[in-house]
């Protein structure tokens, strides 16, 4: 398994960013996505989930930490193998690393992080 980040950067407050996650390594699709983020002397922060297909039969498909409701979208292309994560009205406090993560039998899985900084 293989998570690889992209698409962080600097930002002006109330800006936008769109990250990317992509994957490999394994069959993408019945598999729940994550994005987390860090910032240092904290623990990791679960920002949002998107669930596998196998698992989608009510509709609510995602979920969101309510820092972020209403700001971000967590989507994904099951043909590319890629999970993202719109992120727009952005403020100085959601500035962190970014995370992709995945469980599969039982492990979790990470990729490298990418660094998002809101600023002016």
């Known amino acids: 398994v293989q998570l690889v980040e992209s698409g962080g950067g600097l930002v002006q407050p109330g800006g936008s960013l769109r990250l990317s996650c992509a994957a490999s390594g394994f069959t993408f699709s019945p598999y729940a996505m994550s994005w987390y983020r860090q910032v240092p002397g904290k623990e990791r922060e679960l920002v949002a989930t998107?669930?596998?297909?196998?698992?989608?039969?009510?509709?609510?498909?995602?979920h969101y930490a309510d820092s972020v409701k209403g700001r971000f979208t967590i989507s994904r292309d099951n043909a590319k193998n890629t999970v993202y994560l719109q992120m727009n009205s952005l403020k100085p406090e959601d500035t962190a690393v970014y995370y992709c993560?995945?469980?599969?039998?039982?492990?979790?899985?990470w990729g490298q992080g990418t660094q998002v900084t809101v600023s002016s």
């Open positions: 993560q995945t469980k599969k039998d039982s492990y979790d899985y």
């Open positions: 998107i669930i596998g297909a196998a698992r989608v039969t009510t509709g609510v498909i995602t």
